[in-house]
């Protein structure tokens, strides 16, 4: 069982920066991939951006490729999604997610966090 934990949201306007942590229960941390998925209001939960469990390889999302930045530190437990240039469209919860599949789709992921709230102001 992988329990999950996210942190880092909060308010920022247009523009600015923001690093979301994820912090992770278990021995087996490294052999999972992990994902960031996003859900604004009345929307459709979408993914985001995933990195394999060595951390080699990385996927991300149309939308946020050349501003965000997904990585891990397996010894710490934990994965990182640094956000830059934050648009208000980014608005969103954000959920940490944990999966035996290098992959985008959310049904390939097992574990989830509870999410924060990131809101981007114009």
């Known amino acids: 069982q992988v329990q999950l934990e996210e942190s880092g949201g909060g308010l920022v306007q247009a523009g600015g920066s923001l690093r979301l942590s994820c912090a992770a229960s278990g021995r087996t941390f490294s052999s999972y991939t992990m994902g960031w998925f996003r859900q604004a209001p009345g929307k459709e939960r979408e993914f985001v951006a995933a990195i394999s469990g060595s951390g080699t390889h990385t996927l991300y999302a149309d939308s946020v490729k050349g501003r965000f930045t997904i990585s891990r530190d397996n010894a710490k437990n934990s994965v990182y999604l640094q956000m830059n240039s934050l648009k208000p469209e980014d608005t969103a919860v954000y959920y940490c997610?944990?999966?035996?599949?290098?992959?985008?789709?959310?049904?390939?992921?097992?574990?989830w966090g509870q999410g924060t709230q990131v809101t981007v102001s114009s």
């Open positions: 997610a944990a999966g035996l599949a290098f992959s985008g789709y959310s049904q390939h992921y097992l574990y």
